[in-house]
Antibody
Framework: EVQLVQSGAEVKKPGESLRISCKGS????????IGWVRQMPGKGLEWMGI????????RYSPSFEGLVTISADKSISTAYLQWNSLKASDTAMYYC????????????????WGQGTMVTVSS | DFQMTQSPSTLSASVGDRVTITCRAS??????LAWYQQKAGKAPKLLIY???TLDSGVPSRFSGSGSGTEFTLTISSLQPDDFATYYC?????????FGGGTKVEIK
C-alpha cells in the first residue's frame, strides 16, 4: 500500500525549534516530489514548499521562504519540515503530500496525503 | 501573484441536488487543475486531476470540466458522504496555489 505516515502531534513554546517528519512507503520514494501544506485552524490549504528526495532539489512558496526548511533523507524514505524558532502563529495542521509521477497526467496534483501533524505553539 | 478564486465559499444543498463549484485562475493554466475533498478532521483527498480525470475509486457522480482560466466541479446527485469542503489547486512553475475552498453544507 502506498502511504505517507507523519510524526505525531507536537506542543511547543515560542522560540523553540521543531522538525516533523513524513515517511513514505509502498513506492519508490526517490522518484516523487513531496510537498508540505499548512492548514491553520478553521482555514484553507496553503502550499509551503516541495522537495525531490532523489536529489534534494527544494522549492519554497515565497510566503514561507526563510521561515521553514524542507529536506529529505532518501536512505530512510523520509521528508522533513523544520522550524528554528517557532511562533504562536505557526499553530496549525501540517500535511505532507506526494506529487503525481513525473510525466504522468497526475504530475500537477497531489495524489497521496499523510494523515497530518498538529503543531501547537503556546507559552 | 497567481490566484485561484473559488465560488461560492459556502453552499447549502440537499441530498439529491446537483451541485456546481467554480474555480477561476488569474492566468491560463491549460488543463492543469486538480480538485480535492476534505472532510472535517481528515486529510484532503484527490478527486480529479487534469481538470476532468477522476482519480481511482472516485464515484462517477463527480465530474470536472474547463480549461484555461475557468473550471467547474459538479456533483450530479449529492449524497450524504459528500458534505465536505472542496478545494481546487493548480501547479505552475514550481508554485502551487489552492483555491479558498467551498464548504458544502446540509440544507
Amino acid at each position: 500500500e502506498v502511504q505517507l505516515v507523519q510524526s505525531g502531534a507536537e506542543v511547543k513554546k515560542p522560540g523553540e525549534s521543531l522538525r516533523i517528519s513524513c515517511k513514505g512507503s509502498g513506492y519508490r520514494f526517490t522518484s516523487y516530489w513531496i510537498g508540505w501544506v499548512r492548514q491553520m485552524p478553521g482555514k484553507g490549504l496553503e502550499w509551503m514548499g516541495i522537495v525531490y528526495p532523489g536529489d534534494s532539489d527544494t522549492r519554497y512558496s515565497p510566503s514561507f521562504e526563510g521561515l521553514v526548511t524542507i529536506s529529505a533523507d532518501k536512505s530512510i524514505s523520509t521528508a522533513y519540515l523544520q522550524w528554528n524558532s517557532l511562533k504562536a502563529s505557526d499553530t496549525a495542521m501540517y500535511y505532507c503530500a506526494r506529487r503525481g509521477g513525473v510525466g504522468t497526467p497526475k504530475y500537477d496534483a497531489f495524489d497521496i496525503w499523510g494523515q497530518g501533524t498538529m503543531v501547537t505553539v503556546s507559552s | 501573484d497567481f490566484q485561484m478564486t473559488q465560488s461560492p465559499s459556502t453552499l447549502s444543498a440537499s441530498v439529491g441536488d446537483r451541485v456546481t463549484i467554480t474555480c477561476r485562475a488569474s492566468q491560463s493554466i491549460g488543463s492543469w487543475l486538480a480538485w480535492y475533498q476534505q472532510k472535517a478532521g481528515k486529510a484532503p483527498k484527490l478527486l480529479i486531476y487534469k481538470a476532468s480525470t477522476l482519480d481511482s475509486g472516485v464515484p462517477s457522480r463527480f465530474s470536472g470540466s474547463g480549461s484555461g482560466t475557468e473550471f467547474t466541479l459538479t456533483i450530479s446527485s449529492l449524497q450524504p458522504d459528500d458534505f465536505a469542503t472542496y478545494y481546487c489547486q493548480q501547479y505552475n512553475s514550481y508554485s502551487v496555489t489552492f483555491g479558498g475552498g467551498t464548504k458544502v453544507e446540509i440544507k
